[in-house]
């Protein structure tokens, strides 16, 4: 019998303590066989660790004056790089508290955060806490895809210890400062602290640096311009952090947390101080060197504009359209045609349909008077099937005649016939380019009047007849190849060009129609005589000419 009990006994010890241990132990063997091989299969398809020296991020490219005026910021991600020892420590400490309190004493993966993020996703039944250290979180920006899944954890698991051993806390750190995204559209911590506070990163305080640290779990939900509210209850929980972690005391804690906070508004873009010349300066660096160094590449461009002539020019193209329109009490005029052109023109128009937001050009081809009525009526015709009337003061009779080309607004139809008024105010525009003589400098460029942006740059972009502006072409040679000088006489008369070639003559005239007779060069070219002109043309010769024009960068075709 006691041999039958200690029989019994073994057989219960087994089934009871035995046997499970055995399982637990096999269970123990067979998840580590499990581990190796994911580690083993896993960890043969992984990305190589790139050199610390390698690492180039997307930066802002930055434009300035001549006096060193920012004028321009281009970035496809808003980062300005600045180094490790640049950046408070305080501004450390609040990222570490917020995002990975052990950072230096774990070789990369702090399992004890992995344990307890499981724990806590277990009990809450889903994704509520990451585990992922800042290491982690470095490895998975730079080397893996966003995937959610349990073979690319454990990837990024093995890479992050094989990132720290090759790159050290520091570097590690020092790149995840400068590479977090932390809303609106800033990228790393110089970025965000001018972007939401208008200073650069070591100007922070700690309850500043808090409120940018506790943007990482959620820019948009934490962002103080959308809900100061939720950055404010972020900002005290990483301060809370804080002082769990060490990084603050508890008096410290308190005048931080009742700290006024000044959230900046959006401030002027550089852009508008120059906006103009600053595109143009785009538009060339694109052009040389593409859009890829541009936006992403932190080139620093260093240009000739000055912001206060900039000012001037903006203020005196203004000025002078403002004096043209006082000068011109009739802008509605736009042209006068030959009487016998008028067919030919309408012939070529296409009948538009009307609207009262457009602005029409109708020829004059008709005028009304009727000596006993104060009013007076232009017929004027947009198309040969198209034809309306507008209604003047009898006292215009003598301005306007038959064959002007008219600015019109249509108003409404009277019997089918459309009635319209003079576009009496047009959106005059003009363009200014202020060159330093001496360096060959631009110092403003003004593309046209308005504050709308990528505009049409007339300075530029516009292709149209030179017209007079192209007479000091003709003056320069005679003064470099003839014996002109200022003081020579030019005798403004009336004269006539025989074209041999074309059986033709050719009988030039003055803007104003009149002939001054002796005049001196300099005074015929401040006045911009044409018959001076030609004479001057005629003597030096085309080919002195064009070559003159090709030495001084006219690319156009002149012969």
């Given at each position: 019998m006691p041999q039958g009990r200690h029989y019994v006994a073994s057989i219960f010890f087994k089934a009871i303590i035995v046997w499970p241990l055995a399982l637990v132990w096999a269970a123990g063997f067979l998840c580590a066989g499990l581990a190796v091989g994911a580690y083993v299969v896993l960890s043969s398809d992984l990305p190589e660790v790139p050199d610390i020296v390698s690492y180039q991020p997307r930066t802002v490219s930055t434009f300035y004056a001549d006096d060193g005026t920012v004028i321009g910021i281009f970035y496809k991600q808003k980062r300005f790089v600045v180094d490790l020892q640049q950046i408070p420590p305080l501004v450390i400490n609040a990222f570490l508290a917020a995002e990975d309190a052990r950072f230096f004493q774990h070789n990369g993966v702090d399992w004890q955060g992995l344990v307890r993020a499981l724990v806590r996703n277990v009990r809450a039944g889903r994704v509520v806490q990451g585990g992922s250290t800042i290491t982690m979180q470095v490895t998975r920006n730079f080397l893996l895809t966003r995937e959610r899944s349990f073979s690319r954890k454990i990837k990024e698991i093995i890479l992050a210890q094989r990132l720290e051993r090759i790159w050290g806390k520091e570097k590690v750190l020092h790149i995840y400062l400068n590479e977090i995204y932390l809303g609106e559209g800033n990228y790393g911590v110089e970025a965000a602290a001018r972007g939401y506070f208008g200073k650069p990163v070591e100007h922070l305080n700690v309850a500043e640096a808090a409120l940018l640290a506790g943007l990482v779990a959620s820019p948009a939900r934490y962002n103080p311009f959308k809900s100061e509210e939720n950055a404010r209850n972020r900002q005290v929980t990483v301060l809370g952090r804080m002082v769990k972690a060490g990084f603050l005391s508890e008096s410290e804690f308190q005048v931080a947390k009742e700290q006024v906070l000044v959230?900046?508004?959006?401030?002027?873009?550089?852009?508008?101080?120059?906006?103009d010349f600053a595109e143009a300066v785009r538009r060339y660096i694109v052009k040389k060197y593409g859009e890829e160094k541009l936006y992403n590449e932190g080139l620093k461009v260093f240009t000739t504009v000055r912001v206060e002539y900039q000012k001037l020019a903006h203020e005196a193209v203004e000025k002078g359209l403002l004096e043209i329109k006082g000068r011109q009490k009739h802008l509605a005029i736009l042209r006068t045609l030959p009487v016998n052109e008028i067919n030919e023109l309408l012939q070529r128009r296409a009948t538009p349909n009307l609207t009262t937001d457009k602005i029409y050009q109708g020829v004059v081809v008709k005028i009304n008077r009727k000596p006993k009525e104060k009013d007076m009526e232009l017929q004027v015709a947009l198309s040969t099937r198209m034809k309306g009337v507008v209604t003047l003061p009898a006292a215009s009779a003598g301005v306007y005649k038959v064959g002007q080309v008219l600015a019109l607004k249509?108003?409404?139809?009277?019997?089918?016939?459309?009635?319209?008024?003079?576009?009496?105010?047009?959106?005059?525009?003009?363009?200014?380019?202020?060159?330093?003589?001496?360096?060959?400098?631009?110092?403003?460029?003004?593309?046209?009047?308005?504050?709308?942006?990528?505009?049409?740059?007339?300075?530029?972009?516009?292709?149209?007849?030179?017209?007079?502006?192209?007479?000091p072409v003709i003056y320069s040679v005679a003064l470099e190849r003839k014996s002109y000088s200022p003081a020579t006489i030019i005798v403004d008369e009336p004269i006539v060009v025989d074209f041999e070639r074309e059986d033709e003559e050719w009988e030039p005239k003055n803007a104003g129609g009149d002939f001054l007779g002796p005049v001196s060069f300099r005074r015929a070219l401040e006045l911009s005589r044409n018959i001076c002109t030609i004479k001057i043309l005629m003597d030096v010769g085309f080919d002195s000419v064009l070559k003159m024009a090709d030495r001084m960068g006219i690319t156009a075709p002149l012969g």
């Open positions: 959230i900046r508004g959006e401030s002027p873009r550089p852009f508008d101080l120059v906006p249509f108003q409404h139809f009277v019997d089918e016939v459309p009635v319209f008024i003079l576009d009496d105010n047009p959106q005059l525009q003009g363009a200014l380019v202020c060159i330093e003589n001496r360096t060959g400098y631009v110092r403003a460029l003004v593309g046209g009047s308005g504050t709308e942006q990528f505009r049409f740059n007339r300075a530029l972009q516009a292709k149209r007849q030179p017209g007079s502006a192209f007479k």
